[in-house]
DNA sequence: GTAGAATATTTAACGGAGTTAATTACTAAC
DNA sequence: GTTAGTAATTAACTCCGTTAAATATTCTAC
């Protein structure tokens, strides 16, 4: 692994590569483990899924989506996003409702319930990345983000073997997704307009 | 979650923390999913999963470990790890022998195809880096590296409740881990030594 | 030196989340 | 209006994890 001579173009030494593959490895696996999945726990008592959480936020952000979509979003099959839903339905974090123009299709909205858990969750989050915050100056957290966002882009354009590809933002959406390109039909994109505001559907 | 007045020192607006969220989370599951599961799946027919690969690599980095550290290691129950190692070495991965000093112990090892195994994955690994590296300069790479570091360190040392806190560094170690004074008795401590080279133990 | 506690691993029983295949209900095409 | 297609669910199964119990060995202490 840290061989000499590795045959790519030497831009980099092999101690470089090391390290951007030590320190991006560590780095997803401490947001994912630590500030997703423990937190997570902390905030639920009956414990959700990382999925099942994304499918909820999902739902919080846009009361219109409908199974399939949301099960593309998830990148899992109809079952599971069924599977899920009957959890989070059964927490009273969601409903389901018919479709009035589509009655095979059923239709997902969040409760206040439901809501709350996604904002408390976030509150959460961003209290966490304090002591991170504070360890750099603006400038730099700046800079990482669009580090971070040029890392991730490079990486998903080599990759583009046009499948299902997708920015995996997990309803930190934006406008414009970089990918989109790539992956017609994100269920990102149908939520735009909504963007980064708890404005849930009606309440049940 | 954009809301204003979030509470916290207003050192990052929340456009800011926003795309922090955000890009921290698209960053660390294209790593996940792109550059680790789905590379793992191309190159193991036999798909093994994300914990049974970082076990096998390091079985490969010490043949000297027992189920139990390997446990720890993984982050996961005595039993799990045994029915891990079950896998691995039904597909000829590694290989258990019992411990001379202790005989309730059994040491684990590696078999060259299973190094082979682990060779193939880092060189790919590297490999699928190269548009990424070639999207920064040399000193940016650098300084990234660093930054995730400092990162991964800052909401690490913030959660320390003292727990089983890793750096879940997965056999990418360095001589000196950062977070050791956290978590001692980590099986990466003990594998110090033989660093990044696929030095195996012995063939069977 | 042997009884009893502790330790290392495995087996057994089970749960949760995913899969594919089959079913049900509805819509769309011709 | 029959037929093909689509949305969601149910059924049967796999995989990876869990805890509790079983087995074998070592350590402690009288």
New interface residues.
Partial sequence: ???PG?G??Q??SDG?????????????????????I?LLNEVTPNSLTLSQFHLLKLISLNGKHQVGQVADFLGVSPPAATKNIDKLEGLGLVYRRQSKGDRRATLLSSSAKGRRL??KY??L????????????S?D???Q????????????????ESGEGLC????A???EQCPVTHLHEGCPYQKVRGS????TGEKEA
Same sequence: chains 1, 2.
């Fill in positions: 692994m840290t061989k590795n790519d173009a831009k980099v470089q590569l090391f390290e951007l593959l030590r320190y991006s490895h560590i780095f997803a696996s401490v947001i994912r483990e630590i500030l997703e423990k996604v904002e976030e509150t989050k961003a209290e966490r990345l304090t002591p991170v915050i504070n360890a750099f603006t730099e957290l700046d990482l983000a669009r580090w971070l966002e040029r890392f991730s882009l490079a990486l998903l354009h080599a990759e920015f995996r933002c997990s930190y959406f934006e963007h980064v505001t708890t």
